[in-house]
């Protein structure tokens, strides 16, 4: 029996069910959709102390507690979500949903497609399987709003996310300004690189590539793609770490004390990326591993910002500038540098334009080792919010975990999400608002 101490303690997870039809972004309407929901704490009266957790790539609607006495497994943020903790259950309603393309409860890839039911030819229902639509960001964060509606929680005291979580937290700051009164973003990035794009491309040819792939209607077959997931989960696990965090843990130690002179497992780091792509091709589908990273590659909250004329202007000028201040510079590497401060100004540009409407207040969290959403790529949103005169905080903590120190029990790190959480709402927009530490 595990220590259950200082937890929620034993949680239900609740299956929402949306009647309406739901159209995505894509263009393709789904009749009807469920949302797979967990809650810690209690809703005040006035519905004014609900936070909204949003997950990441492979998390779920399971944030905190455990679900039997014997579970050994707590809810993936349970060291961030409990009493007294920094996401206080003592003090806040804390809501975390799971997105729809998952596979975990909510209507996705694995769930039954409701065009095969009652067909004339008396076959059997079928899962979604690879026809489940496309899905963004976007897509998730109108299904959480909707949540809201069913839930009655018309402003959100917070939305709260990390990675891939954390683009839902800021893409809601952007279509709902006024249902939210602080947004924190951690470790994420206002859109993919191009290598972050190629990840998630090599990790999607891992898994399509594979024999038992069976163009996605491997259920059907009895049978999944494990070794395209075991690859693309080791793809994505190298990221999430550091080299020196990798070194510290592994080194190149070998697993039986010397070279065995094949290429079965032989290093210690070799055991345990074959190990944590097995348990996650168990645990996780394939056709979702497609979906979310299409998602995340994506997303851009600047899409629905194009330019206007005058912006056109502005950034003509900016470029000219840009060029006046290279002009007698020969080579390509002068070229490259004005090119990236072209596009880099340009960005910044277009991100202002989709953030000059909010009116939350905001946290944003980087670590200081995480390369693949880097801190320089949390400093961007910081910049635009801090441009338009939103009041943002920043802070960039020294972490060795790399990408996935936003789930480990930080003190700094945790600290500065509670103390966000409680200080009193910064009510007026000042210009140039915003610190850092």
């Not at 909510?106 to 639509?133: C, H, K, M, R, W």
């Not at 395209?228 to 989960?233: D, F, K, M, S």
């Not at 299409?294 to 912006?311: G, H, I, M, V």
């Amino acid at each position: 029996m595990t220590d259950q101490a200082g937890s929620v303690g034993i949680v239900t997870p609740e299956k929402i069910h949306f009647a309406e039809p739901l159209t995505l972004e894509c263009n393709r309407t789904l009749p009807s959709f469920d949302l797979m929901v967990e809650t810690y704490g209690t809703l005040n009266q006035d519905k004014s102390n609900a936070i909204l957790i949003c997950h990441a790539l492979s998390g779920s609607h399971h944030a905190a507690g455990y679900y039997s006495h014997d579970d050994k497994k707590a809810g993936w943020w349970d060291n961030m979500i409990g009493p007294n903790k920094a996401i206080d259950t003592n003090q806040f309603y804390v809501v975390c949903v799971n997105n729809i393309g998952s596979c975990f409860g909510s209507t996705g890839p694995t769930t039954i497609n409701p065009d095969t039911l009652n067909l004339a030819d008396g076959s059997e229902p079928q899962v979604y399987g690879p026809d489940f639509p496309l899905i963004t960001i976007k897509d998730w964060v109108k299904t959480q709003a909707l949540l809201s509606d069913r839930l009655g929680i018309d402003v959100w005291h917070a939305i709260v996310g990390g990675s891939m979580g954390g683009m839902q937290a800021l893409q809601w700051s952007v279509d709902y300004p006024d249902r939210l009164k602080r947004c924190v973003i951690i470790a994420s990035t206002p859109k993919l690189s191009a290598q972050n794009i190629a990840f998630n491309e090599v990790a999607r040819q891992s898994i399509l590539s594979d024999p038992d792939f069976k163009d996605g209607r491997y259920i059907q077959a009895g049978t999944y793609p494990r070794r395209g997931l075991i690859l693309a989960r080791m793809v994505g696990h190298i990221t999430y770490l550091t080299d020196d965090a990798m070194k510290a843990k592994f080194g190149r130690d070998l697993k039986s004390g010397k070279f065995m002179y094949g290429y079965d497992v032989e290093f210690q780091v070799e055991s345990y990326l074959r190990y944590q792509g097995e348990r996650f091709s168990k645990n996780f589908d394939a056709n979702t591993y497609l979906l979310m990273t299409k998602a995340l590659d994506y997303f851009d909250p600047t899409r629905d910002y194009a330019n206007t004329d005058d912006d056109n202007a502005i950034d003509d000028s900016l470029a000219a500038s840009i060029n006046d201040e290279h002009t007698g510079s020969t080579g390509s590497d002068h070229t490259a540098e004005h090119s990236d401060d072209v596009d880099s100004q340009l960005e910044l540009s277009a991100l202002k334009a989709a953030l000059a409407h909010t009116k939350c207040q905001y946290l944003v969290v980087s670590f200081t080792t995480d390369w693949r959403f880097a801190p320089e790529r949390s400093q961007e949103i910081v910049d635009a919010l801090m441009a338009t005169g939103k009041p943002v905080s920043y802070i960039n903590v020294d972490a060795p975990h790399g990408h996935d120190s936003f789930l480990f029990d930080i003190p700094r790190y945790m600290g500065a999400v509670k103390g966000f959480l409680t200080a009193p709402f910064m009510t007026a927009n000042v210009t140039g608002t915003g610190e850092r530490s």
